[in-house]
Structures are given as C-alpha cells and as structure tokens.
Nanobody, 123 residues
Framework: QVQLVESGGGLVQAGGSLRLSCAASGRTFSVRTMAWFRQAPGKEREFVAAVSWNGGITDYADSVKDRFTISRDNAKNTVSLQMTSLKPEDTAVYYC????????????????WGQGTQVTVSS
C-alpha cells in the first residue's frame, strides 16, 4: 500500500503562483508514474499533469500547458506541481496519484490517491 499526502494549497489571486507537493510513503518501490488530477465543484475529476517513473517524460492537460510544471524527486519520494499564471478556472481540489505503470497514457490506472488539497484562485 502507498500513502500519498498533498500540501501547498491555498488562496491566491489570479496571475499568482502556488507550488503543490505530494509525499509518498509505504510501498514506494511500486510507484512509477505520478500525476496530479483536480476536481472543481460540480465537475468531474480531470487530469492535470503526469511524470514518468524517472522524471524523463511529462504530460500536461492542454488547459495548463506552459503554466504548470510537474517534477519529482525519487530520492525523497515526492512529486511537485509548480503552478504559475493561475486563473479562476484553476480553482479545484488537487489530488496526487500514483501508478505502477512506467509512463502515462489516459488508460493507465492509478491505485493510490491522496486526500486532496484545495486551490482557490480569486479574480
């Protein structure tokens, strides 16, 4: 079992920046692709960004490309999401997720999820 704990959410004005972090513990040897998802009120959860097992390949949703950067530190079992030029439509609960797949594609399964951290962007 893998436990994921997110941190770094908060309230920020439009145009501002936030950095989310996620720490993994437990059976971390099984963690390969890590990703961030988000869910806004009344909407379905959506993919935000993913990073491959060695950090070499990253994937982004079109809505956050060129504004968000995902990175990981395997020595510390952490993954981060640097968010810049934030917009009110980025407001959501952000979830960290871990998969046993080496690389991301929309069909892979994520077996471990964090509890989520709220990001609110005011206009």
């Amino acid at each position: 079992q893998v436990q994921l704990v997110e941190s770094g959410g908060g309230l920020v004005q439009a145009g501002g920046s936030l950095r989310l972090s996620c720490a993994a513990s437990g059976r971390t040897f099984s963690v390969r692709t890590m990703a961030w998802f988000r869910q806004a009120p009344g909407k379905e959860r959506e993919f935000v960004a993913a990073v491959s097992w060695n950090g070499g390949i990253t994937d982004y949703a079109d809505s956050v490309k060129d504004r968000f950067t995902i990175s990981r530190d395997n020595a510390k079992n952490t993954v981060s999401l640097q968010m810049t030029s934030l917009k009110p439509e980025d407001t959501a609960v952000y979830y960290c997720a871990a998969s046993g797949s080496y690389y991301y594609n929309p069909t892979i399964s994520f077996g471990s999820w964090g509890q989520g951290t709220q990001v609110t962007v005011s206009s």
